[in-house]
């Protein structure tokens, strides 16, 4: 079983420095989880396939591991190897995380800054 664990810095800061702001927690929570669950499907996307196993296996990995930490699991031995080694298809949970690391960026800034 492969765990991809997509780390965001910066969001402890940012929910200290808005204390008084009592839903920012499980608003940026829920968020990080819309988007863990985007870029698992993302990643189940482009995700190679032979048996459909591994594709299959993406969109139902996404667990939650704090308040604000969320993370994928694979369910298959062979996830890490096929996402660092596959001809044509290597890459395919980080080019997920990638082409989210800025949606997800702006969501937290936007709600942060809501008041």
Known sequence: MARF???????KRTIRSKLTDRNLAQDVDQITEAYARKIAND???????LTGLL????????????????QIVAMTDYTLVQEY?????KGFVRKAVWDNKEG???AVE??????
């Open 104 to 106: 997800y960026r702006k």
């Open 43 to 49: 990643a189940a996307e482009k995700a190679p396939i």
């Open 5 to 11: 664990n997509v780390k965001v810095t910066g969001i």
């Open 55 to 70: 594709k299959n296996s993406l969109p139902n990995g996404v667990e939650r591991s704090a308040i604000g930490e969320w």
């Open 110 to 115: 936007q709600r942060a800054k809501r008041r």
């Open 85 to 89: 080694t596959h001809q044509t298809k």
